[in-house]
């Protein structure tokens, strides 16, 4: 860690502290060269391989993008949409995993949609489960069916 004052490239540990939402960690550091100190930011990075096999960073803003397709004209906000990225994120991050498959970036996102809206869950299913007959979406809807009896 290089020093952001003198450019000195060590520095020591004074205080670390995990950040509210838990999801990095904040260290006060400071220069053994110049005697000042500063704050670092840790976060555990995340990325996702696509089919192509290509290799980048995790985005909330792709998964809202996504969904935001299938929300179209249903009654789901802005904020639904960040929470709901927000809560894949977090799924995504419990399996302990730092590289994970787009098509598990998608299965993370199926349980909150259907939470959020049922049609918009629908449509996002049957694109990312690739529904190819009627049948399909009988067997989705059947589902659907049976968890409102359970509930």
Request: charged share 30%; aromatic share 6%; hydrophobic share 35%.
């Amino acid at each position: 860690m290089h020093c952001p004052f003198c450019r000195y490239d060590g520095s020591r540990v004074v205080d670390s502290r995990t950040t509210d939402d838990g999801l990095s960690i904040r260290r006060r550091r400071e220069c053994p060269q110049c005697g000042r100190r500063f704050t670092t930011t840790e976060t555990a990075s995340l990325s996702v391989r696509k089919r192509s096999g290509a290799v980048e960073p995790f985005s909330r803003d792709k998964v809202v993008v996504g969904v935001r397709r299938a929300c179209q004209g249903r009654p789901v906000s802005d904020d639904d949409l960040a929470l709901l990225a927000h809560q894949v994120e977090e799924a995504i991050r419990a399996s302990g995993q730092a590289l994970i498959d787009s098509h598990d970036v998608g299965r993370a996102i199926l349980r909150p949609l259907r939470e959020l809206d049922e049609i918009a869950y629908l449509r996002f299913a049957s694109v990312y489960s690739g529904f190819n007959t009627l049948g399909d979406f009988e067997k989705a809807i059947a589902e659907l069916r049976e968890a409102h009896c359970k509930d």
